[in-house]
């Protein structure tokens, strides 16, 4: 089993920024995958970006830019630098994990709030 648990939300003006991490323990030999998704109220929850463990990075269309996906393997820590916010960007952001050959999502953490004020 995995564990995943997030930090860094918050509070902050549009233009602001924040930093998530999200430190994984347990089998963390099966986080292959991690990503953060979000879910803002009354919609549904959408993938934001993934970093693989060699380091390949997705990014939704709607942060490219803004939003900067690392990973320190070491720490089986995953970070994601968000910039120039918007309100948005608002929502729960979760962090989550899977084996490469698993299309699914298979540990997530409890999320972690972003509210961007206008």
């Known amino acids: 089993q995995v564990q995943l648990a997030e930090s860094g939300g918050g509070l902050v003006q549009a233009g602001g920024s924040l930093r998530l991490s999200c430190a994984a323990s347990?089998?963390?030999?099966?986080?292959?995958?991690m990503g953060w998704f979000r879910q803002a109220p009354g919609k549904e929850r959408e993938l934001v970006v993934t970093?693989?463990?060699?380091?390949?990075?997705y990014y939704a269309d709607s942060v490219k830019g803004r939003f900067t996906i690392s990973r320190d393997n070491a720490k089986n820590t995953v970070y994601v630098q968000m910039n120039s916010l918007k309100p948005e960007d608002s929502a729960v952001y979760y962090c989550a994990a899977r084996r490469v050959y698993n299309s699914n999502y298979e540990w997530w953490g409890h999320g972690t709030q972003v509210t961007v004020s206008s």
């Open positions: 347990g089998r963390t030999v099966s986080t292959d995958v």
């Open positions: 970093v693989t463990w060699s380091g390949y990075t």
